[in-house]
């Protein structure tokens, strides 16, 4: 049996897909990357903005037209558009499997059924907003031994999932309504998974959340914190660098996390600590909890605490109502905040969510394209600044591998071959080296750089 595994969207998508390819491949299934031979295509997907759910919707036209010629081909569509659709979903003349997020450790079942008894499968939550029970965390329980599959796509990384879902409910965003409120798993779980991969040898794992800095578990007297988290993580032999992502502005465990950054050195000193809007009109209107004032003093406060650390955002320009001022207003926060890189995304009404039942979408598609431009050029600006302070110097990074394009080498004016990694604050490196230190820590002198890029030479 051939399945053929098609990801759309995040981090939490992408650690989704390769904890499906991980259960499936123990059950016997071949992975394979072309639709045409594939027994089963599942896709995952992402309902964060329009655009996505539309190109989803492309694919399963395309996939229409092959079933046409080979009607038994399996095809499932799993993650938060699933969810979001549900039955809709399930109509389409391509899909035979519709299953959400929380459902995905059932997709094996679901597969064997759709197959054995030829009839379409439905698997998601009904009541996903109410606020985790002990039934929601038992469930939760009954998965552990899939959210402790093993995965490693990029060698010598790992990605752990320490909670799922958000309890913050910004007024855009559809993620709490397919992916639930809040649940964490217990620490001992992680740490435990995180021991199993340190022993085959992964060298960094990078936990994840919606939320990650809110991620809480009380036992008994004690409640554990991100910050515990990251400190019963660096004890761990073999473990040598942690990175944590999303963060939520919040005060909340907020120093710990910093001053666990600051004193061990297997914390990377990395933070993406998205503001969404620079204008306090627009933060309210979107849920947010917090002023520009207060998030730049949040971020003076993680400098302070720990000097050299490199700060990421994201920001979504053209919400209802965001009028030239309150563009202004994100532009002075941008150029405050000095981001080491900023995701800058166009305000995309998400059906269900309070921004699309009470506000209108008030600002025109061409103004929201200026907006993102300019705003991307103000950022752009600040990530060609701090890139240049690498010039020169020796920096350790991990290897992923082959880079995906091969540069010209200006000496000879051949192709080689270049491989890629990251340094401790998520700058992207590209340099010549041998293949065989994917996944390898090496230590590469910069000698040219671009906004998001550094590129260098292997030290001696
Ligand atoms: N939990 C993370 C957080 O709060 O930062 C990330 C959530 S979301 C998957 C990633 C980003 O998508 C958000 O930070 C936001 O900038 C953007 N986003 C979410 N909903 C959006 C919408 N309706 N339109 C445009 N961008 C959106
Ligand atoms: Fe969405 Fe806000 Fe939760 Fe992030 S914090 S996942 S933007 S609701």
Redesign the pocket.
Known sequence: MKVCLQTYG?QMNKLDTALVDSALKQAGFNLTDSVKDADVVLINTCS??EHAEQRVLSQLGHLKHIKESRPEMIVGVIGCMAQRLGEELLEHEAVNIVCGPIQIPKILSLITEAMNEKKKELAVSEKILKKSSDKENQALEEFESFYGLEEENIPSQAFVRVMRG?N?F?T????PYVRGTEVCRPPEAIIEQIQKLANRGVKQVTLLG??VNSYKYKQGEKTWSLADLLSAAGEIEGIQWLKFV?S?PSEEFFEDIMQVMADSEKVCKYLHI?A?SGSDKILKAMNRNYTAQWYLELLDKARAIVPGIAIAG???VGFPGETEEDFQATIDLVQKARYRNA?I??????PG?TADKRLEDTVPAEIKQRRNVELLAVQEKISDELSREFLGKEEIILVEGLSKKSHINSDDGKNHPQLVGRTETDYIVVFNCPVSLAGEFVKVKITRTSPLTLFGELAE
């Not at 995304?345 to 998400?350: A, H």
């Open positions: 995040c964060v903005r958000c913050n910004c855009y965003c559809i993620v919606q939320t999303t939520y998205p969404q994201d920001f979504i995701f995304f166009k305000y995309s009404p998400r969510t």
